[in-house]
């Protein structure tokens, strides 16, 4: 039984860094997005008022 969980662990471990490393960038990305629609908004608000 541990000979089959042993290579897995091992394969999820190096697996862990690249899953992480594209959360991060997932949450980057949605970041910039969060601050693109606030700059947009304030852009549109700007607009409305001239």
Known sequence: ???K???LL???LQ???TISRAFGSLW???DIIVKREK???A????????
């Open 39 to 41: 700059f947009a908004l």
């Open 15 to 17: 697996l862990v860094p």
């Open 5 to 7: 969980k042993g290579p």
């Open 28 to 30: 980057e990305l949605q």
């Open 43 to 50: 852009e549109g608000a700007t607009q409305k008022n001239i």
């Open 1 to 3: 039984m541990f000979e």
């Open 10 to 12: 091992a394969h999820f």
